[in-house]
């Protein structure tokens, strides 16, 4: 059975750094892109960051870009993602998620994030909250 779990979500004060983890298990992690998301409340879900589990070719969303770090250890099955400077508009459910495929373009990296290109498996999510 594919799982994904997402931890490390919490509270913290604007400026400050959270570090998600995203656990997977039932099946191999270095054959399938992995992505973070998010949904705001009363918002629509947007991509946040990319990575290739083959080659670490990354990918990240022009408001996260230069804050977030996503990583990935295939001999532990976890993405990581690394957010720095949180601000308020920040504040959302993160989720983690997986598919198929060794690497992608910017194009494909686009219409993932994009959700024109939808991931096969997904996780529950964890909370990150930023207070101003």
């Known amino acids: 059975e594919v799982q994904l779990v997402e931890s490390g979500g919490g509270l913290v004060q604007t400026g400050g750094s959270l570090r998600l983890s995203c656990a997977a298990s039932g099946f191999t992690f270095d054959n399938y892109v992995i992505g973070w998301f998010r949904q705001a409340p009363g918002k629509e879900r947007e991509g946040v960051s990319l990575i290739s589990s083959s080659d670490g070719n990354t990918y990240y969303a022009d408001s996260v870009k230069g804050r977030f770090t996503i990583s990935s250890d295939n001999a532990r099955n976890t993405s990581y993602l690394q957010m720095n400077s949180l601000k308020p508009e920040d504040t959302a459910v993160y989720y983690c998620?997986?598919?198929?495929?060794?690497?992608?373009?910017?194009?494909?990296?686009?219409?993932?994030?994009?959700?024109?290109?939808?991931?096969?498996?997904w996780g529950k999510g964890t909370l990150v909250t930023v207070s101003s």
């Open positions: 998620a997986a598919d198929p495929g060794k690497i992608f373009t910017t194009a494909q990296a686009m219409r993932i994030m994009l959700g024109i290109h939808g991931m096969r498996y």
